[in-house]
């Protein structure tokens, strides 16, 4: 007879899902879009879609900068991270057409990434998030009745303007294909922890920016 039955989820991972007022988003993708008509000393221009240059260090937009760390530093916290401050070291925006993708990848050399999108025509491309490790490779692709978080092989989010999403910059993510008419623009950002040896023992946390 069994006496007693329980579950237990190992190694889950997080992304937290948070909305920006559009009013603080105004003139961003104007911003942007101006950026990206100076040239190549602006931006890399790729077949269908433009990257700007790293604007951590740019003075503009600092109230929303202040936000974005702000909120990384909050899920660092929930992620039980000790940290003295965090910063953010790269700052990048990307225009695409509809006809951009992005294959899978993560985001080396930083701790923590988000993303921002600011523009999502209908129809935009949707970020997905791939299960970690070997899992997906080795197990059956056996449909399910419903999937959740433990059986699920990849998670799409949506894109929504104004909406962000901050996740583990080991987690593989993608950009789907889109089916839209107009750019699709984001803004994207990866943190580093800044801590003192003693603070990983015991650390209140504050921000940069």
Same mark, same amino acid.
């Given at each position: 007879?069994? &006496?007693? #039955?329980s579950k237990k989820l190992l190694f889950p991972t997080p992304i937290w899902i948070g909305h920006i007022s559009l009013d603080?988003? &105004?003139?961003?993708? /104007?911003?942007?879009? /101006?950026?990206? +008509?100076?040239? +190549? /000393?602006?931006?890399?221009? #790729? #077949?269908?879609?433009?990257? +700007?240059? *790293?604007?951590? !260090? +740019? =003075?503009?937009?600092?109230?929303?900068?202040?936000l974005l760390a702000e909120e990384t530093a909050y899920a660092m #916290?929930?992620?039980?991270?000790?940290?003295? =401050?965090?910063?953010? *070291?790269?700052?990048?925006? !990307?225009?695409?057409? !509809?006809?951009?993708?992005? !294959?899978?990848?993560?985001?080396? *050399? &930083?701790?923590f990434s988000g993303i921002l999108y600011l523009k999502t025509p209908e129809? &935009?491309?949707?970020?997905?998030?791939t299960k970690p490790g070997d899992a997906p490779m080795i197990q059956l692709d056996i449909a399910s009745e419903t999937y959740n978080d433990m059986n699920m092989g990849r998670y799409w989010e949506t894109p929504v303007e104004g909406k962000y999403v901050i996740f583990p910059s080991w987690l593989r993510h993608s950009v789907d294909?889109? *089916?839209?008419?107009? /750019?699709r623009i984001t803004l994207s950002w990866t943190a580093m922890p800044k801590a003192t040896v003693d603070s990983w023992v015991n650390s209140t946390a504050s921000i940069v920016y």
């Open positions: 007879m069994i &006496s007693q #039955r603080m988003l &105004s003139g961003l993708s /104007d911003y942007l879009y /101006d950026m990206k +008509s100076k040239g +190549s /000393d602006f931006g890399e221009q #790729r #077949r269908n879609v433009w990257k +700007s240059p *790293n604007m951590a !260090q +740019s =003075s503009d937009f600092m109230e929303l900068k202040t #916290r929930d992620y039980d991270v000790a940290f003295d =401050s965090i910063y953010l *070291n790269n700052i990048w925006a !990307q225009i695409g057409d !509809q006809y951009w993708s992005h !294959q899978e990848h993560h985001h080396p *050399n &930083s701790y129809g &935009s491309g949707q970020t997905g998030f294909y889109g *089916n839209h008419e107009g /750019d």
